[in-house]
């Protein structure tokens, strides 16, 4: 057999596994929609009906994952049933989800990342109204960062808690590479523009790269960064490869970050809680008085019941002076059976305590 036959039979092969794959995509579809009349048929006069499940998509991506065989990897095929599965998702409901914008930033990029393509995503000016679209049910659900392993937590999206009634239902991480972008027109620069976040994660290659040389001016995303420095002679702007692109600028150079493992975490915000997944993670948020041991007293539930802390962090309370706000991400769900009693002697402890989520752990 001729190289151009053995070509001709596997191309033949590919289109037919096409078709297969096609067909099996469009009966998926159709096993989507009627999920969708099912649970319309069985609402009760004047329920919201709830057709995002977050616990529901975490399961089947990680069974994606356990039963992958290659040669794909396991993160790039549950890449592609992400995509399935938000179109299918489209069919039954198309999901409005704000976003901390403006359109090009991280924070849009894990938005697809969590929801796929098929979503509307809007952008918002503040973290404070990605909160209010959500809570008045202009979205769906938000997308906003809460903390970045060089830079550590991001406070605003904290406080928004203080007051609000939404839930943690997700997380996603995205791994950050950051470009130092500028117009075509080569000019001396004189200043670079990029979220304060994102000038401290690239802290020592200005130093490096420019000393004292350049103005470091933040505003209040990479995107308007981006499109600043598109307008103005002798700017650049640290941003993402998706903001170079949106506002024609070049990439001068190319993963300028501190840290090669540069990392920031979002969590998805929503009105409904999310029930065990399976693989889970909680966030609270626990109030105390400045008085000795008032940390430990917090925290010793958590080693009684053998449960792991992911994160700690404090803020100041609002309420009080000198009274400080524990916000505490642990393993597992509220609904555990070893969870519920650490809970209730967490409410005992604390001068005030309020759960924030329970939610899947992020599955890519």
Excluded at 89 to 118: C, D, M, N, R, S
Excluded at 135 to 156: F, Q, R
Excluded at 230 to 250: K, R, W
Excluded at 263 to 284: A, H, L, V
């Amino acid at each position: 057999m001729s190289e151009a036959q053995e070509l001709e039979s596997l191309r033949q092969q590919i289109d037919s596994l096409d078709q297969n794959i096609q067909d099996l995509i469009n009966q998926r579809a159709n096993c989507a929609q009627q999920v969708a009349e099912v649970k319309q048929r069985y609402a009760s006069p004047g329920e919201s009906v709830v057709f995002y499940r977050p616990e529901r998509e975490a399961q089947v991506l990680r069974k994606v994952m356990e039963r992958n065989k290659g040669p794909l990897p396991d993160e790039s095929m549950a890449r592609l049933f992400r995509e399935i599965m938000s179109q299918c998702l489209a069919l039954e409901e198309p999901l409005q989800v704000a976003y901390l914008g403006p359109e090009g930033t991280f924070t849009q990029q894990a938005a697809i990342k969590h929801f796929g393509h098929a979503v509307h995503c809007n952008g918002q000016v503040s973290i404070a109204d990605v909160f209010r679209e959500v809570a008045s049910g202009a979205a769906a659900y938000g997308v906003v960062p809460v903390e970045n392993s060089t830079e550590g937590v991001v406070t605003h999206t904290l406080d928004s808690f203080y007051d609000s009634t939404l839930h943690i239902c997700g997380e996603v991480t995205l791994r950050i590479h950051h470009h130092f972008l500028t117009p075509g027109i080569e000019e001396k620069i004189t200043r670079v523009y990029s979220h304060a976040q994102s000038l401290g994660q690239c802290r020592r290659w200005l130093d490096q790269n420019f000393a004292g040389n350049i103005e470091r001016i933040a505003v209040s995303s990479n995107a308007e960064a981006a499109r600043r420095a598109s307008q103005e002679v002798g700017a650049a702007a640290i941003a993402s490869e998706a903001a170079a692109e949106l506002y024609d600028l070049d990439i001068r150079h190319s993963n300028i970050e501190d840290r090669p493992d540069n990392t920031t975490r979002f969590i998805i915000i929503g009105r409904q809680e999310t029930g065990p997944s399976g693989d889970d993670k909680t966030s609270i948020m626990v109030s105390s008085r400045n008085q000795p041991g008032a940390l430990y007293h917090v925290l010793a539930p958590f080693d009684e019941a053998g449960v792991s802390l992911t994160r700690i962090e404090t803020r100041p309370d609002p309420s009080g002076t000198w009274n400080y706000i524990f916000f505490i991400d642990f393993e597992g769900h509220s609904e555990d059976a070893a969870i519920a009693p650490l809970m209730e002697k967490l409410r005992n402890v604390a001068v005030d305590y309020k759960l924030l989520g329970s939610y899947p752990r992020a599955v890519l």
